[in-house]
């Protein structure tokens, strides 16, 4: 599945490229950060840009692991979603497949992620998850194109 970005992100990020065409500056963002999320789900779970309102009860929705704004970072075309092991509570059980990053409102904003225990956009203990049980994601990663 491919990586999808919701329209204001792949937006800007277009803009950044027209911008270094045109010889111009990149610069950081500015406003104030609040942690987004990292959604993990079964293949059930509609994991495109732009949905709204994802919760632990959506659809497909096997756990919601927080991620500290500390360890988000960006190197050599890849974007790190944790710089540690990051866990949490699984809400339902099922065998993990997709994953979505959301903003702290629910609106996926990463979407078309893989999730399992290799060659994958997100890397997790084990993919078979039960309802209750801890859900472990040790890397998360973007990877952008050559």
């Keep these: 599945m491919a990586v999808s970005y919701i329209t204001a992100a792949a937006t800007q990020r277009l803009q950044v490229v ?15 950060a609040s942690a987004p999320s990292l959604v993990i789900g079964t293949s059930a779970f509609v994991n495109t840009q732009g949905t709204a309102s994802v919760t632990t009860g959506t659809t497909g929705v096997l756990a ?7 360890g988000i970072s960006v190197s050599s075309r890849t974007l790190s979603l944790v710089s540690s092991s990051q866990s949490a509570t699984a809400t339902s059980s099922g065998t993990a ?3 979505a990053v959301i ?6 904003y990463v979407g078309g992620l893989t999730a399992g225990t290799a060659s994958t956009d997100v890397i997790l203990g ?4 039960s309802s ?3 859900v472990t994601v040790s890397s998360a990663t973007l990877t952008h194109p050559t």
């Design 18 to 32: 027209a911008d270094g065409m045109q010889g111009k500056t990149f610069a950081a963002s500015t406003g104030t």
């Design 97 to 99: 497949a997709n994953a």
């Design 126 to 129: 084990s993919a078979a998850i």
């Design 64 to 70: 919601i692991i927080p991620l500290p704004i500390a």
């Design 103 to 108: 903003t702290n409102g629910g609106t996926i």
């Design 132 to 134: 209750g049980q801890t």
